[in-house]
């Protein structure tokens, strides 16, 4: 069985009404990320901060997986698959993908401020007084600007061996998470879906297919499906 890393970012989960702070209008708009990403942030205006994020959180509850996701989790049938996002929301994993790993967090999830151990968030509030077993306050689980991203390690492991690398919905500008290039084969074959141009000069063995994420992924799966019936 063939194994595929999925690479996907914001662009799938805005065609579930997620919205991003790239996006003209979108959710971060009337927000600077320095006011509410930041451990800076955090330090200087707690309340805000978890404010936003339960804006953020309750958007997800009630957002749903689309064909793209849906499409990805059918595909274990057929194919290893590892998915690695740098979305903080849940929809890959709602929608049947069972080996999913978040880059820079989940929103559904806290941490304790003194020890990184993580808690589920009850309901969609996070707030000022919500404490850790051991009586410190808890944040959100989600990697902010500034901040190291402790999985890249355990994101590079996924990469190593895979035969297919499927890139979704992001920008490739996001560093160290744009690395996962770095981390597959040299043979590996690659495919980019996004309506977006991107800059992928120096990536080879690479296809592109430019659509968004609920268009491409089934024209890349009828392909994927085909081949490894031959």
Request: hydrophobic fraction near 40%.
């Amino acid at each position: 069985m063939k194994k595929i890393v999925v690479f996907s970012g914001a662009g799938i989960s805005a065609e579930s009404g997620l919205n991003t702070f790239r996006d003209s209008g979108g959710l971060w708009e009337n927000h600077d990320i320095r006011d509410v990403a930041t451990p800076e942030a955090w330090n200087r205006n707690p309340g805000l901060v978890l404010d936003f994020y339960n804006m953020r959180r309750k958007q997800v509850i009630e957002a749903i997986p689309n064909k793209a996701h849906q499409i990805i989790a059918e595909l274990e049938q057929s194919f290893d698959i590892h998915v690695i996002t740098q979305n903080i929301d849940d929809l890959h994993e709602r929608a049947g993908s069972t080996k999913v790993l978040h880059l820079h967090g989940e929103i559904l999830k806290a941490k304790s401020i003194i020890d990184n151990q993580q808690y589920s968030v009850q309901g969609s509030e996070l707030n000022l007084g919500d404490l850790c077993n051991h009586k410190a306050q808890l944040r959100p689980d989600v990697v902010w600007f500034g901040e190291a991203v402790p999985k890249m390690m355990d994101a590079m492991e996924w990469c190593k061996n895979t035969d297919i690398l499927i890139i979704i919905g992001t920008s490739l500008t996001v560093y160290p998470a744009a690395n996962i290039l770095d981390f597959v084969p040299e043979q590996c074959e690659k495919y980019l879906i996004d309506p977006n141009d991107i800059s992928t000069l120096d990536i080879k063995n690479l296809t592109i297919i430019k659509e968004k994420a609920s268009i491409g992924i089934p024209i890349l799966a009828n392909k994927l499906l085909n081949t490894s019936l031959i």
